[in-house]
């Protein structure tokens, strides 16, 4: 016989259930939307009606594209026009005192080797986290480390690992806040807010890849925050093209991929949200 804390219990689990399916399901459907997944579709659709000239197009056009999405010129047009957006953070400028920093995840590496098989940061969330780490420890600020633990079953959060790292940057353990809930976005501005309004903090230093920092300013935005936009970890390149630039190359072709991404990401949440 069941008792009420069993039920309670259940319905939770089955919340959290349902939750997770539907955050990888959305997640699923935005990677077969994202090259290289799409033009692994339109060339598969290609080649299934290889008999019809539209078919022979639509394969032809798959190959064509991911070529172009491979190129130094396509991807830095992809990037540049989310990463200059806005200014780089400048360290001189004088700060509001109700002002937080928030340091927005993005993935864990999980049991990593060279880390005697603990959690750690990925690339892009440990660049995030050295540039928050700087900019906490010349202003003083306390700091907001938010990120869940999305698709995975690890015990260890984003922002756990965020703010041992943090730690070890020289950041002070007392000014460092957790919200480890968050598995969007959306819910790190959602979550954190209800953090910061305890505190009665209406400004946020907001750091996150340069090529993340729109659609994480709308988000912040949204919820009544004023943002002063921290961008890190650049994808532009800034050098001269030659021969090479238009020669693909995998690393490339994921620049393409994450800002095709963060068009899809603010298309959806303005849609979802706005």
Known sequence: MWTATSRKSSYIHCCLDISHNL????????????????????????????????????????????WLFSTAP???MLTSSLEHQYPAYSFNQILPNDTAIILLGNGVQEQAADYQFRDTLNRFGMMRTIYAAQIAKQT???????????????????????KHWLI?????????????QANTTWENALFTKTLLEKKNINTVVLVTSAWHMPRAVWCFEQQ?????PAPTDYLTDQADYDIRSFLPRWDRLADSGHALHEYLGLFWYKLKYG
């Open 74 to 76: 396509v991807s830095n």
């Open 140 to 162: 003083n600020l306390p700091i907001y480390a938010t990120g869940g633990t999305p698709l995975s079953k690890r015990v260890t959060s984003e922002s756990s690992v965020m």
């Open 168 to 180: 070890s940057f020289g950041v002070d353990a007392t000014k460092i806040h957790e919200e480890n």
């Open 224 to 228: 009544g925050l004023h943002v002063i």
């Open 23 to 66: 955050l990888l399901l959305s997640k699923s459907i935005a990677q077969l939307l994202i090259p290289p997944g799409s033009l692994i579709l339109l060339g598969l659709v290609g080649i299934f009606f290889w008999q019809k000239r539209w078919g022979k197009w639509l394969a032809f056009a798959s190959f064509v594209l991911l």
